[in-house]
Nanobody, 126 residues
Framework: QVQLMESGGGLVQPGGSLRLSCAVS????????IGWFRQAPGKGREGVSC??????FYIKSVKDRFTISRDDAKNMVYLQMNSLEPEDTAVYYC?????????????????????WGQGTQVTVSS
């Protein structure tokens, strides 16, 4: 059974940092496309960062502030978020797709082959 479970969200002041974690079961991470998505109130879900092996993708608004990483031995995926801005406020979801063609497609075209976690709230506010 495939399961993804996020943790690490919370309330942080602008300029602060958070690290999100995603525990993955039912998949082996080694060759898997996996990524982080977010959905702000009143907006659609967007891919933030995706990774497979040593190839990663970031949307422009988080590049140089967020870092995605994996620990294959622990079946964990992380998103280190620095210099957080109020615009980063959203529910953050971890997703996996065993059949994505690339990390860009994984992030830009979430579809029926994506497996999703339940999400974790990130609020950036003073």
């Amino acid at each position: 059974q495939v399961q993804l479970m996020e943790s690490g969200g919370g309330l942080v002041q602008p300029g602060g940092s958070l690290r999100l974690s995603c525990a993955v079961s039912g998949f082996t991470l080694k060759d898997l496309h996996i990524g982080w998505f977010r959905q702000a109130p009143g907006k659609g879900r967007e891919g933030v960062s995706c990774i497979r092996r040593y190839t990663s993708f970031y949307i422009k608004s988080v590049k140089d502030r967020f870092t995605i990483s994996r620990d294959d031995a622990k079946n964990m995926v992380y998103l280190q978020m620095n210099s957080l801005e109020p615009e980063d406020t959203a529910v953050y979801y971890c997703a996996a797709n065993p059949s994505a063609a690339s990390v860009q497609e994984m992030c830009r075209n979430p579809g029926p082959s994506h497996y999703w976690g339940q999400g974790t709230q990130v609020t950036v506010s003073s």
